[in-house]
């Protein structure tokens, strides 16, 4: 029996961005492998992918097959299956009817993380700028507030260190992110690499595997991070391990923080953060010592107070001067606006007619529920009714009969239940695509390993073939998969064809390490990195960032931490046998102390409940979890949990203080024993 091997790429939402080896037998595969010669993956898959993707992914009793049409009522689950051309005509009618009244904005679309291969994650696009129809602001769910805050305080938030540079660092801080759990292999290769020659400070509400890895790990309460950063941006101060050179050439508004900074004694930074005296002062003495990385979690920046602690946390690297060279530096996402790719024609920005229209994913119930407002809604790439805040509130507005629903995905989920049709989405094993790391410099080729199963098709196929039936016009509704790829090659300056790329699996974006603002240029409006500024105030924000932070939860209540699991991927293979077996009962921890004091047992099933819900599950003692503080990790399917539910019953949905972005580690609850 010949076995075949094809190097392909992990498109899923994850800093690793893997390299993956398919191997197949008499035409099918046999098995999806880690491709030993990829830097990050370096032969292994993460755990819960080696189970989705030789699981669930390939299994044609799971996977969605053909097109689907509601029979039930909405989120009742009936459907029965229509041919492509019976289900597109029917979706091209009713568009038809909405465009013809002039109502493009009515049409809405929410799209994410399902894959975020360039073309399937954003060619679809075209399509709805064609329309004129409302996007549901993607980022909004997830780090919108980071990047803001980044781009008015360095005018750039794409691009941060270049991992390649981290021999020459003496110090890695990561703040607000668990590479354990959402960068499996960066944690377990790349830290432990840099480990040998660095330290690494950790700073998180929790102390999970990267922490646990840490030199020094500072735990502060969730929401206090902007005090902590003054703290130690006190004691560098104190020390004279500022840049003052730098400072007084590059930075707009050092001057007006200096009150802040002042008042931030280690002793005063305890008596809020949590975090002691002593080990904030080693950890600031480490981090200022020489050249030193930050790494700015998405956790970090899903706070009410998100900008300002993003801009406060941002001061370190500015007042220590680690901007520009090698072995300094700070990240916070890595993606492709950056490298080259242009986005206005990925997403065909010329096809619109007008601005566009947007609503925040914290706004969607609101939307939906509004007469008139949202008359068709298309969700592809995304499960809003397991990752969106306003659980309840969403399925309900989703169940309402006058809005027409079509959904694509690969599985059945939480969503589509609640569809007029639903269309089967190829997987990424089944089409060539291009996949740009989003923590690596690198590009990577995504190469087809099968026939899409079933009737499926990738997702700009099924927009190419929606815009034929609705007649029309625009070449770039219908651009080829391998011309863009063609096209998207060049614009990144990648001397590669597509196959000569697959035979690779994944380059170096640039042969020498990336050094953003080398030149000690900012694209800001004053060239400077933006300290203090009138665009913060035009963006809502103080002028100069706040040593502020969140008041602790009222007796009685906790803080709900609800951030990656490391057996999914946002809500993806939640549906996987193999996968649940793992994951088993919903579950949530505390602190030992927080168990005792309210007389829990070890996995004792308590509520825990908000004005916004109630979710019933399991509760457990962890010494990893700080008092005041629930952990309970997202991504549950409701449809496969008792509640019915997951921990987005819980959230309502409140916005940070900047870009109107997700402040999901903000929610409270109480905690309740059942009688
Ligand atoms: N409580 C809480 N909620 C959160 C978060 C949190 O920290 N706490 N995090 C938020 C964050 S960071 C994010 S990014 C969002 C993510 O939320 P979503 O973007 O909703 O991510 P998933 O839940 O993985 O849903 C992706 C869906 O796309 C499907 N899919 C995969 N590949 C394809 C494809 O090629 N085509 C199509 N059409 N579908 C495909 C998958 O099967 C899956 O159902 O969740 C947010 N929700
Ligand atoms: N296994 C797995 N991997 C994933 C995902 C997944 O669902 N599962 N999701 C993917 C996606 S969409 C994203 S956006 C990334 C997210 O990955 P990360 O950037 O790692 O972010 P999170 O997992 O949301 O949260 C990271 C940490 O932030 C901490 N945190 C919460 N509140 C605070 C606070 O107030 N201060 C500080 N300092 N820390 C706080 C949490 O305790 C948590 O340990 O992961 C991606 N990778
Ligand atoms: S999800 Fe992340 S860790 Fe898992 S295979 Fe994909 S890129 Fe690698
Ligand atoms: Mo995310």
Known sequence: MTTTRIKTTCPRDCYDACGIVVLKKEGRISKVLGDPEHERSRGALCAKCALAYNGVWQDPSVRLLEPLRRSGPKGSGQFVPVSWDEALDDIAN???SVLGQGSGSSIFHTHYTGTCSLIAGNMPNRFFNRLGATEVDPDTVCNKAGHEALKLMFGNSFGGFDPRTADETQCLLIWGANPSASAPHIH?????????????????????????LADIHLQPQPGTDAVLAYGLLHVLKERGMLDEAFIAASVQGWEQIQDEIRRCTPAHV???????????ERAAGLYGAGRSLLWMGQGLQRQPQAGNIMRAVALLPTATGNIGKSGSGFFFMNAFPDRGVDMDM?????????PINTVSHMDLVEALVEPERCRVLFTWNNNIAASN????????????????HVALDLFHTDTTRYADYVLPAASFLEFDDLVVSYFDYTVSAQVKAAEPLGQSLPNQEIFRRLALRLGLSDEALYESDAELIASLLVQMGVDESFASLSSKGTIPWRETPVLHFQDGCFPTPSGKVQVAASEWVAAGQPEFPQASSDMPPAPGLYRLLSPADVWL??????NDERIRTRLGAQKAWIHPDEMLRNGFAEGQRIQLSNASGALVLDIHGSDRV???VVLLPKGRWLSHEAANANVNVLNPGEKTDLAESSAVHGVLVRLDALS
């Open 346 to 354: 990925l997403c065909g920005t010329a096809l619109r007619s007008g």
């Open 569 to 574: 991927m946002n809500s993806s293979y939640g």
């Open 188 to 212: 377990k290769h790349w830290l432990s690499g840099l480990k040998k020659h660095a330290s690494l400070i950790v700073v998180d509400p929790i102390a999970h595997d990267t922490a646990q």
């Open 270 to 280: 305890a008596a809020i953060t949590g975090v002691d005296a002593a080990l904030l």
């Open 94 to 96: 009713h568009l038809q």
């Open 626 to 628: 700080p008092r005041q």
């Open 389 to 404: 805040p306003r659980q309840t509130d969403l399925r309900q507005a989703l169940a309402r009969e006058e809005i027409f």
